[in-house]
């Protein structure tokens, strides 16, 4: 026999359930559920748009990068046409 860490029985989630009614009321429990729900949304919209600007930010980095490299790379040519016609004497 296995037992999972977060296996609730039936009997379990019903008890649950009863003192729930018990200790809060049958007129509020919907209540809670729906300030639930909207908390746990909220999270997830918050999870999500962490999630996009880590991915727009990671896009625009590596763009950013290569326009960085280009860039150093053509400072480098002019520098070495510059340098070029002047020999330096050892």
């Known amino acids: 026999m296995q ?14 359930v009863f003192i729930l009614v018990m200790v809060f009321g049958a007129d509020k429990i919907p209540e809670i559920a729906r300030g639930l729900g909207k908390g746990i949304r909220t999270v997830k919209d918050a999870t999500n748009d ?7 930010n990671k896009e625009i980095g590596e763009m950013g990068g290569k326009n960085i490299k280009e860039e150093v790379d053509k400072v480098k ?8 016609s002047i020999s330096r004497k050892r």
């Open 3 to 16: 037992i999972l860490p977060f296996f609730i029985s039936g009997a379990e989630i019903a008890f649950i």
């Open 50 to 56: 962490i999630k996009s600007e880590i991915t727009s």
């Open 77 to 84: 040519q002019e520098i070495d046409e510059i340098t070029g």
